[in-house]
């Protein structure tokens, strides 16, 4: 399958402050990306999706001026949670589209955003 | 009610049994549909696609049925390393689309 990679894999941070996570189509262009939040115990959850060259879709009650996508390139999209909270705590994991094989979303490692 | 709805378990199986489960989704539309497995902590990965006329890739079946709005995963000869959690995953419009998952159904294969 085609690989993505993410980083940081974790990050503990005050509140208050930004951190960017970035996501990476490696072996394949991924004209979209998929940025998703997993809370403990839960399933995953849309949070936006992310085309090359245009401004992210955001999903109903995700706050878009939190959580800044930019898709610069075809194979880097980058997600900063801003003035970040304890309830932003949780496993944020991209996806990048490809055609190949099953026509179905490949997944980065996953970043898991600790906030004090 | 939910879009994508699977029992949680967890299911505790002997090694080498064979476990099946089901997942039920809610939109009619929907196109596209996969078994992911996700291991603890880890992000979910890819286990196999499910198609219409159903399909078989080694110990592991998965089936679909339009009609009742279902789809099923078989795993035959149960491993140890077979346990993970199994994400029922659907896709209501094109590959472009975010994908919908269910929370999961947990597997523990038991020596």
């Known amino acids: 399958g085609a690989v993505v990679s993410q980083h940081p894999s974790w990050v503990i941070c005050k509140s208050g402050t930004s951190v960017k996570i970035e996501c990476r189509s490696l072996d394949f262009q991924a004209t979209t990306m998929f940025w998703y939040r997993q809370f403990p115990k839960q399933s995953l959850m849309l949070m936006a999706t992310s085309n090359e060259g245009s401004k992210a879709t955001y999903e109903q009650g995700v706050e878009k001026d939190k959580f800044l996508i930019n898709h610069a390139s075809l194979t880097l999209s980058t997600l900063t949670v801003t003035s970040a909270h304890p309830e932003d705590s949780s496993f944020y994991i991209c996806?990048?589209?490809?055609?190949?094989?099953?026509?179905?979303?490949?997944f980065g490692p996953g970043t898991r955003l600790t906030v004090l | 009610r939910k879009e994508v709805e699977q029992d949680p378990g967890p299911f505790n199986v002997p090694e080498g049994a064979t476990v099946a489960f089901n997942c039920t989704y809610s939109?009619?539309?929907?196109?596209?549909f996969f078994w992911y497995r996700q291991d603890c902590r880890k992000e979910p990965k890819l286990l196999m696609s499910v198609y219409s006329s159903g399909n078989e890739d080694g110990r592991f079946t998965a089936q679909l049925n339009r009609a009742s709005q279902y789809i099923s995963l078989l795993i035959r000869d149960s491993k140890l390393s077979d346990s993970a959690t199994y994400l029922c995953v659907v896709n209501t419009g094109g590959g472009a689309d975010g994908l919908t998952f269910g929370k999961g159904t947990h597997l523990i294969i038991q020596p």
């Open positions: 996806s990048g589209w490809s055609r190949r094989g099953a026509d179905t979303q490949y």
């Open positions: 939109n009619s539309a929907s196109q596209s």
